[in-house]
């Protein structure tokens, strides 16, 4: 479940979770689950097994940032899950549905989720040329209080005041993926996100601070499978699902460490959001041997068609 790690930056950074094994993978994986249930006696809640036990929920009473904190027997170890995006068809509530919404268009569109003329832009970034945005603009928008990164950040904080001789990890699925990557790059310390959308755009505007500690991004460990189009980057574009639902998803490059079960050539998966849902990630690691081998993400970028300016 722990293993000793080498970098020098962040909190309590010798413990990491060790990612080499299945049970570990598939426990951060079902908190990534249990943090859509607010009530664990419910039937959507997933056991996670021993040395976890859910201390606290995160959020349940606003419409935004939610989940739950779990924390090992011996209090060595927090481990913060998020919420990741609840759509309308979401069979655990959809309450937070227009905040996530806006969230996703923010973190992973080019420039406010500004697809075409015919969108609606989540904020006011876009210059009115044809591709140009501006960076200084989106940069104030992703640290705006209002918005999932900062009130993350809140969270991560108050959770860090409870438990001050804890080491603290993240994990999540989806949007609260890549909302634990961001944290963990920002604070140093390890996240295990599960199918995140491509967070290194964000991470890039929000200048985090990996030269502190830059050893970091070794500590975030993203799963992922090749037939999720969100997690590989390819649900974008006109015509595609999540613009057909009104979402721009634009980034595809992720941070630290990429971990992906290649379902396409090994199970002959076809590319679709069936496997981008957490039960769905949860059956992939478990019918697996062992986790999918962790290594850097090939050379990536993100929205080359545009043009940023700064104000």
Request: proline share 4%; with cysteine.
């Amino acid at each position: 479940m722990v293993s000793e790690g080498k970098y020098t930056g962040g909190r309590h950074f010798r413990r990491v979770p060790d990612v080499t094994d299945k049970e570990s993978i598939l426990s951060f994986a079902r908190m990534a689950a249990n943090a859509y249930t607010e009530d664990p006696s419910s039937d959507g809640w997933v056991e996670v097994g021993a040395p976890w036990n859910r201390s606290l929920g995160i959020g349940w009473d606003s419409d935004g940032v939610r989940g739950q904190v779990f924390v090992a027997t011996a209090r060595s170890v927090v481990v913060i899950a998020l919420k990741g995006t609840t759509t309308l068809l979401s069979t655990n509530g959809s309450d937070t549905y227009e905040n996530d919404k806006i969230n996703d268009n923010l973190l992973f569109s080019c420039c406010c989720g500004r697809v075409s003329f015919a969108w609606t832009t989540v904020c006011d970034c876009y210059t009115k040329d044809t591709y140009t945005c501006s960076q200084t603009c989106l940069e104030r928008e992703l640290r705006s209080k209002d918005k999932y990164y900062e009130a993350s950040l809140r969270v991560y904080h108050d959770v860090a005041k409870l438990y001050p001789t804890s080491s603290i990890w993240l994990t999540g699925h989806s949007l609260a993926a890549s909302l634990s990557s961001l944290i963990a790059q920002t604070h140093g310390v390890p996240a295990v996100a599960f199918a995140a959308p491509g967070e290194k755009l964000a991470a890039s505007r929000l200048h985090l601070p990996t030269w502190l500690h830059p050893d970091s991004e070794k500590h975030i460990w993203h799963f992922g499978n090749t037939a999720d189009p969100l997690f590989m980057g390819t649900c974008n574009g006109p015509l595609s699902v999540c613009a057909i639902g009104g979402y721009a998803m634009e980034s595809q490059c992720h941070s630290g460490l990429e971990c992906v079960y290649d379902t396409v050539a090994d199970k002959d998966y076809e590319m679709s959001l069936t496997y981008h849902k957490i039960e769905k990630v949860i059956e992939i690691i478990d019918e697996y041997d062992k986790p999918a081998a962790c290594s850097r993400p090939m050379s990536c970028q993100d929205c080359y068609l545009w043009n940023f300016i700064r104000d």
